[in-house]
């Protein structure tokens, strides 16, 4: 039995409307984690870099035990997730040792991150009509800036990154909890 799919505009407004508690809360979360980062840079950078390195070693533990967990893979896949997982132990270690390290290769990720999360953002905007349009090329402009920045001063203080960060999370969250109102408000006006 083939069920047809209704592309009506107004069904869809509501069914995204119905998620708008997602994007708030995420707007909400991405703010308290600007703020806390602007309120302790030093220690939030030491944090992010731990943290950074135990994920690597649960991932690679966790690759590691699937290589002969997983009854359903072939040996040349057993090899490879064992391999995986070893790699990432072993990054993970590296990680937790030298932290300042750490902190310069996720400072350079992050910024090439923001050039590409930016690009996107200016090209969703200029490509389609879209409501708030200006917000969307602020933020976008705002993060190849930032990207910019980091990839062409790799030695600009770690302090000033995570100065940089707080402030692009504050704004990205407040940015994050308008359009869940605004997503709100329009699955309301199409019900």
Do not use: C, K
Not at 21 to 27: H, I, M, R, S, T
Not at 99 to 110: C, D, E, P, Q, S
């Amino acid at each position: 039995m083939v069920t047809q799919l209704r592309r009506d505009p107004a069904d869809m407004v509501a069914g995204i409307g119905r998620h708008w508690g997602w994007v708030l809360a995420f707007g909400i979360i991405t703010l308290a984690v600007g703020v806390i980062v602007l309120a302790w840079p030093g220690e939030t950078l030491i944090v992010v870099a731990v943290l950074f390195g135990i994920q690597l070693i649960v991932m690679g533990i966790f690759r590691f035990v699937a290589a002969f967990a997983a009854g359903d893979v072939g040996g040349g896949t057993r090899v490879l997730y064992a391999l995986l997982g070893v790699l990432s132990l072993i990054i993970g270690l590296y990680a937790l040792r030298h932290v300042l390290i750490t902190l310069l290769a996720l400072a350079l990720l992050l910024g090439i991150f923001w050039i590409v999360s930016g690009s996107v953002e200016l090209f969703n905007a200029l490509a389609h009509q879209v409501e708030h349009r200006g917000w969307l090329i602020f933020m976008g402009i705002l993060s190849i800036l930032a990207g910019i920045v980091v990839l062409v001063y790799p030695s600009i203080s770690l302090l000033t990154l995570a100065i940089v960060l707080g402030a692009w999370l504050i704004i990205y969250g407040v940015v994050e909890i308008v359009l869940a109102f605004r997503i709100r408000s329009l699955a309301h006006h199409a019900a």
